[in-house]
């Protein structure tokens, strides 16, 4: 038979049943293993590696003993069984493997800035700037084509959920987003500028306007923002939808069961929350957690104890409360082995990140220990263990302060401790929505009422919440969806009424002719029929984060860019030329 020029198998085709038959191979030299008289070649290609077997009399020894590793070769020969002691189970063709009788060499291999064999640590700047040496390792591969796979399942559960899908402009008006914009210069139109888009929010509601019911889109976004662990500069992809004639109810039943399969999908044996997920009000969120992305693998709970520190025996705190601040307690279980030194460092680690500490008590088979507990006294210390349920041998930690400093503290308190105590169990994703934030926040620094998230949403109560209750009392159809402490993405129900915008948007200061200049597209639409309408935008780059378990975004994108939003492979942003910035009409200010 006449063998494909390239090869008649991938790398991963190869089994025992071959065995007898002449294969054609064609990959890169991942790595060589030189026994004397015999070369042992591993080759590798997109699907897998196959052993390559050459001995010091066959041509191809001397070709590929000159080769270096990742040297892209093409080898014929034939497939011979492993003895079973050299059975290599760990690999999909590791019962055979390939004595080579001819070798092609299709491109030789530099010296390597990075090796592609093992997983050894490297420097993010060479791993960046040689990103296509970095893809090739196994790891890293993987993650790749994890991704394909979940944006392809993902795609296929929201046709599936009646979901169609369209294409929004890359090219649009700046818009107040929140985040900084991407503005790119026109030549038609000399002096004026597109952005790009931080969200297809506007277009999305406006499908809606235009009658599509049901869109959804795998949507690029353009955010001149600094990067995070969880947070990509420049781009980012998020599930973007949208739904008509919908309430929070029908958001919420139409995307969790996408959520919950995709995740059970690619589990690999974590358990997934089973849908309904929980829904969890901001307010009891920032109780229970301090955080409004709670990671609920976390068991521990905060629970709010000013009032037994109210005119008590430990006059910081009781002064403290007068004051009107507040005093959380977080329990930290089963620490009645830990040195006072676990105690001090929690305290000190507060202090580290700018709080003014850490109070604690601790219990040793029901013995109290600590300043707090000996000031508090005795009896009402045991009174205030007895209210928070805990054993004879759990600590606790206390974070008083203003409510919001309070709050931040103790949910960066129970995350560390839920960390430090080995309290998390990786092997689940458990989602929760946190649901019923505010409408509108007080703005310290502006004295003024402000909207503390989003202002399309729609007010809970609409016009006559509005109209009748304290602003900072109005809660919003606004959503969270979080997975193990990480924010998969904000949604609402749109806030569709001209007359209801313009009452919001009047209460946060701002007058009819700003609302209709700054938002022209949307009221304009609005005062066409519009249907009422929600949607939401998960994060696919964040969802990929979590199934790979990788603890930084850019090990799941492609081509990354750096802390700095810099393109180390392919040098941008870089300067423009003379000739560009004259065609544009743009002169560059140093």
Same mark, same amino acid.
């Given at each position: 038979?006449?063998?494909?020029?390239?090869?008649?198998?991938?790398?991963?085709?190869?089994?025992?049943?071959?065995?007898?038959?002449?294969?054609?191979?064609?990959?890169?030299?991942?790595?060589?293993?030189?026994?004397?008289?015999?070369?042992?070649?591993?080759?590798?290609?997109?699907?897998?590696?196959?052993?390559?077997?050459?001995?010091?009399?066959?041509?191809?020894?001397?070709?590929?003993?000159?080769?270096?590793?990742?040297?892209?070769?093409?080898?014929?020969?034939?497939?011979?069984?492993?003895?079973?002691?050299?059975?290599?189970?760990?690999?999909?063709?590791?019962?055979?493997?390939?004595?080579?009788?001819?070798?092609?060499?299709?491109?030789?291999?530099?010296?390597?800035?990075?090796?592609?064999?093992?997983?050894?640590?490297?420097?993010?700047?060479?791993?960046?700037?040689?990103?296509?040496?970095?893809?090739?390792?196994?790891?890293?591969?993987?993650?790749?084509?994890?991704?394909?796979?979940?944006?392809?399942?993902?795609?296929?559960?929201?046709?599936?959920?009646?979901?169609?899908?369209?294409?929004?402009?890359?090219?649009?008006?700046?818009?107040?987003?929140?985040?900084?914009?991407?503005?790119?210069?026109?030549?038609?139109?000399?002096?004026?500028?597109?952005?790009?888009?931080?969200?297809?929010?506007?277009?999305?509601?406006?499908?809606?306007?235009?009658?599509?019911?049901?869109?959804?889109?795998?949507?690029?976004?353009?955010?001149?923002?600094?990067?995070?662990?969880?947070?990509?500069?420049?781009?980012?992809?998020?599930?973007?939808?949208?739904?008509?004639?919908?309430?929070?109810?029908?958001?919420?039943?139409?995307?969790?069961?996408?959520?919950?399969?995709?995740?059970?999908?690619?589990?690999?044996?974590?358990?997934?929350?089973?849908?309904?997920?929980?829904?969890?009000?901001?307010?009891?969120?920032?109780?229970?957690?301090?955080?409004?992305?709670?990671?609920?693998?976390?068991?521990?709970?905060?629970?709010?104890?000013?009032?037994?520190?109210?005119?008590?025996?430990?006059?910081?705190?009781?002064?403290?409360?007068?004051?009107?601040?507040?005093?959380?307690?977080?329990?930290?279980?089963?620490?009645?082995?830990?040195?006072?030194?676990?105690?001090?460092?929690?305290?000190?680690?507060?202090?580290?990140?700018?709080?003014?500490?850490?109070?604690?008590?601790?219990?040793?088979?029901?013995?109290?220990?600590?300043?707090?507990?000996?000031?508090? %006294?005795?009896?009402?210390?045991? /009174? !205030?263990? #007895?209210?928070?349920?805990? @054993?004879?041998?759990? =600590? $606790?930690?206390?974070?008083?302060?203003?409510?919001?400093?309070?709050?931040?503290?103790?949910?960066?308190?129970?995350?560390?401790?839920?960390?430090?105590?080995?309290?998390?169990?990786?092997?689940?994703?458990?989602?929760?929505?946190?649901?019923?934030?505010?409408?509108?926040?007080?703005?310290?620094?502006?004295?003024?009422?402000?909207?503390?998230?989003?202002?399309?949403?729609?007010?809970?109560?609409?016009?006559?919440?509005?109209?009748?209750?304290?602003?900072?009392?109005?809660?919003?159809?606004?959503?969270?969806?979080?997975?193990?402490?990480?924010?998969?993405?904000?949604?609402?129900?749109?806030?569709?009424?001209?007359?209801?915008?313009?009452?919001?948007?009047?209460?946060?200061?701002?007058?009819?002719?700003?609302?209709?200049?700054?938002?022209? %597209?949307?009221?304009?639409?609005? /005062? !066409?029929? #519009?249907?009422?309408?929600? @949607?939401?935008?998960? =994060? $696919?780059?964040?969802?990929?984060?979590?199934?790979?378990?990788?603890?930084?975004?850019?090990?799941?994108?492609?081509?990354?860019?750096?802390?700095?939003?810099?393109?180390?492979?392919?040098?941008?942003?870089?300067?423009?030329?003379?000739?560009?910035?004259?065609?544009?009409?743009?002169?560059?200010?140093?």
């Amino acid at each position: 038979m006449t063998l494909h020029s390239y090869r008649s198998h991938t790398c991963a085709a190869l089994r025992a049943s071959d065995v007898g038959a002449t294969a054609r191979i064609s990959g890169w030299i991942h790595r060589k293993r030189d026994h004397g008289n015999l070369m042992f070649v591993d080759i590798r290609d997109h699907y897998g590696i196959t052993q390559v077997v050459t001995d010091t009399d066959s041509p191809a020894h001397a070709v590929l003993d000159r080769l270096r590793a990742e040297s892209v070769v093409t080898i014929t020969g034939d497939v011979v069984a492993r003895s079973a002691e050299t059975v290599n189970a760990a690999l999909a063709t590791g019962e055979i493997e390939v004595r080579a009788r001819e070798v092609v060499v299709q491109s030789t291999a530099a010296e390597l800035p990075m090796p592609v064999f093992g997983e050894a640590e490297y420097p993010e700047e060479i791993r960046l700037k040689y990103r296509y040496l970095d893809l090739r390792r196994e790891r890293l591969h993987a993650n790749i084509v994890l991704r394909s796979n979940v944006i392809s399942s993902i795609r296929q559960r929201m046709i599936g959920q009646g979901f169609t899908e369209f294409q929004t402009p890359i090219l649009t008006a700046s818009s107040p987003e929140g985040a900084r914009d991407y503005l790119v210069p026109s030549r038609v139109h000399p002096g004026k500028f597109y952005a790009l888009p931080q969200a297809p929010q506007m277009f999305k509601q406006l499908l809606m306007v235009a009658g599509f019911d049901r869109y959804f889109q795998i949507a690029p976004c353009f955010r001149d923002e600094d990067a995070r662990a969880d947070r990509s500069p420049g781009e980012f992809y998020q599930l973007d939808f949208e739904m008509s004639f919908v309430t929070q109810d029908d958001v919420f039943a139409a995307i969790e069961p996408v959520l919950h399969g995709v995740f059970e999908e690619f589990a690999h044996g974590r358990s997934v929350s089973a849908a309904p997920f929980p829904r969890i009000p901001y307010r009891e969120s920032m109780l229970k957690y301090g955080s409004d992305k709670p990671d609920l693998r976390n068991p521990i709970v905060i629970t709010d104890v000013s009032t037994h520190f109210a005119g008590s025996g430990f006059g910081r705190f009781a002064s403290m409360v007068e004051a009107g601040d507040v005093v959380r307690a977080i329990p930290a279980p089963g620490t009645a082995d830990k040195s006072r030194k676990f105690f001090d460092d929690m305290n000190g680690w507060a202090q580290g990140e700018g709080f003014a500490g850490l109070g604690y008590i601790t219990q040793k088979g029901g013995e109290l220990g600590g300043p707090i507990a000996k000031i508090h %006294g005795e009896e009402a210390t045991r /009174k !205030l263990v #007895a209210a928070l349920g805990l @054993g004879p041998d759990d =600590g $606790i930690f206390f974070a008083a302060g203003p409510e919001a400093t309070a709050a931040k503290l103790a949910g960066a308190a129970r995350t560390r401790i839920g960390n430090e105590l080995d309290l998390i169990d990786k092997n689940r994703f458990e989602f929760c929505w946190i649901v019923d934030f505010p409408m509108f926040e007080y703005d310290e620094d502006a004295k003024k009422i402000d909207f503390s998230h989003n202002p399309f949403s729609m007010p809970q109560g609409e016009m006559d919440a509005l109209e009748t209750m304290n602003p900072l009392d109005i809660l919003a159809y606004q959503y969270d969806i979080v997975c193990n402490g990480i924010e998969l993405s904000s949604g609402a129900i749109r806030n569709h009424r001209p007359d209801i915008m313009y009452k919001a948007f009047e209460i946060a200061g701002y007058t009819q002719e700003q609302v209709d200049t700054n938002f022209a %597209g949307m009221i304009g639409a609005f /005062k !066409l029929g #519009a249907p009422p309408h929600g @949607g939401s935008a998960p =994060g $696919i780059d964040r969802i990929v984060m979590l199934l790979a378990d990788e603890p930084n975004i850019r090990e799941v994108i492609v081509f990354p860019m750096n802390q700095k939003a810099e393109d180390l492979m392919m040098n941008a942003p870089a300067p423009a030329t003379m000739k560009q910035l004259r065609e544009l009409g743009i002169r560059v200010v140093e």
